[in-house]
């Protein structure tokens, strides 16, 4: 038998799935319980009379005309277990585990089968995992293994939605297991006897046509019997507890590169013999916002204090982008001098940007926010795990920030930002020089100020970008990134210079002819996702057009000093 929930007008009623259509019990079968835990509750004899009110039923409805609810809709227990097939437990780089991995979703993140899944606006690294789910029957403790089939009611299908850094940083999962509409089940429940075994059920999980999961129910590490034993050996399961058995491979976390679901995206569960849940990934609605709008602080949890076109800034939006997090925006204006401004100064004494606020903790410096990036969610991993490679890493992002980004300044404001400096009032112009705190940096803005590309400082900041592309080029083999097998910290750091290359028209530097690898490596970058969303989204047109035209005016003067032995 096959019982299910359903919306019917304001009230919502249980029924018997048929082939000619769904039994309302409430007109079949008034006698018995409204609601699906208490049917359960009342035992095998009310399971019998609702299956043979269903037989015999005058009418039914259309099951297309339905809209099925979640068939238990707040079960009193909602258990999971964790790392339950081999292949996961690989994906998930452990070792296989001793005991079950018991955890709980609350039950109030229970949705329908068709229900929208929340994209929590505080999170975005929101995945999927397909799983069959037990259905108790039978309030019960100590069952044997041997005897657990007689407490079981039936099974469905359930997609154990999670939000992976929530999951990981602390170690209980409750939190990234439990967010609102993160559990769907259903698509109702198929009564333990006509499933018989349930260890040899396909289960399948699709994001919108791709076939993320392909497993059976056989390759359960704990079968379903032995974790029934094993939760009631601690305690009391009751008729409508939900046990959901865990995920196999295929989740998208785990994929190379990882896939997470973005706001449109459809998961399709679908267990054989049990049905299927299809849920779409939806930005959370602004009601759940009643609660934060009678408080004053930012909703986000994330504030960027930066500016589009700043080096280290792109170089911790590109971090922020890989990991799919999202941040409030508050963009300094270089140009006039905001990052001089005494307001912005008590967040940045450096008076430079970005400047990182999480959870009310002020971060500077972007190479040590991209560090801390990656502790605080290291769900999208951005640093490889061996220590040399580790090691490599930071070589690549303190040269960098040690050699590269002074010289970048010297280079952006000899030839593309001195047009627009050049227009501000003089007394501006000073002004904002002399703001500049570190002695190095505000004599070196002033000298290019004053003298373009013929500063003295030029030739040896041109240098210290050869130096890089150079050690680039020699480095990457085809397919690489500068921090190991995957993109990571390394080269978030180096590509706002390569990119600046790239603004001032000096891209014959890494054609295709000479540092071809550098050029494949930039193409790379350009098509990621986070390339658009990080870099090209917050470029302004104007500026960049300066820099071109800029750069092309000066390229001849400036190539004779790129030839080198
Ligand atoms: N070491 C700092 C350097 C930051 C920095 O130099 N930021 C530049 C933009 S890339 C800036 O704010 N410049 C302001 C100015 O030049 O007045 C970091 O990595 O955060």
Known sequence: MKLCTFHHGDTTRIGVITDEGVVDLSVAAPELPGEMVALLAAGPDALRRASSAASNAKSRLALDS?????????????????????????????????????????????????????????????????????????????VPHDRAHEVIAGYLVVNDVTIRDW????????????????????????????????????????????????????????????????????????????????????????????KLLVAGDRMRVEIEGLGALDNQVVAEPDATLLWHRTRSSSMAPLELHHNGLSSCSQKVRLVLAEKNLAFTSRDVNLVSGEQHSPEYVKLNPNHVVPTLIHDGRVLIESSLINEYLEEAFPAVPLAPRDPAARH???????????????????????????????????????????????AARRAARRSVLEHGIEAPEFEGALHAFLDLIDAMDSR????????????????????????????????????????????DWLARVKARPSFETAVAAWAPAPILNLFRTQGEAVWAEIEPLTRRA
């Open 66 to 142: 339905l809209r099925l609810a979640a068939p238990i809709l707040r079960p009193p227990k909602f258990l999971a277990i964790g790392l339950n097939y081999a292949d996961h437990v690989a994906e998930a780089g452990i070792e296989a585990p001793k005991h079950p991995t018991v955890f709980n979703k609350q039950s109030t993140c229970v949705a329908g089968p068709r229900d929208p899944v929340w994209m929590p606006r505080i999170s975005h690294v929101l995945d999927y995992e397909g799983e069959l789910g037990i259905v108790i029957g039978k309030r019960c403790r100590h």
């Open 167 to 258: 999951q990981f940083r602390v170690p209980t999962w409750t939190m990234g297991k439990s967010f609102d509409t993160h559990g769907p089940i259903g698509p109702w429940i198929t009564t333990a006897d006509e499933v018989g075994d349930p260890h040899g059920l396909r289960l399948r999980t699709f994001v919108n046509d791709e076939l993320r999961q392909d497993s059976n129910t056989k390759n359960l590490i704990f079968d379903c019997y032995a974790i029934v034993e094993h939760l009631s050996a601690g305690f009391t399961l009751e008729p409508g507890d939900v046990i959901a058995t865990g995920t196999p491979g295929g989740v998208g976390i785990a994929m190379k590169p990882p």
């Open 392 to 438: 490599a890493m930071r070589l690549w992002v303190k040269q960098i920030d040690e050699k590269v980004h002074p010289a970048a300044g010297v280079i952006t404001y000899a030839i593309g930002a001195r047009p627009a400096q050049m227009l501000l009032p003089p007394e501006q112009r000073e002004a904002n020089v002399a703001a500049i705190p570190d």
């Open 476 to 519: 990457l083999a085809p397919g690489c990134w500068l921090s190991g097998d995957r993109f990571g910290l390394a080269d978030a750091a180096a590509l706002p210079y390569v990119l600046r290359l790239e603004h001032l028209a000096m891209t014959p530097l890494f054609s295709g002819a000479t540092r071809p690898r550098v050029a």
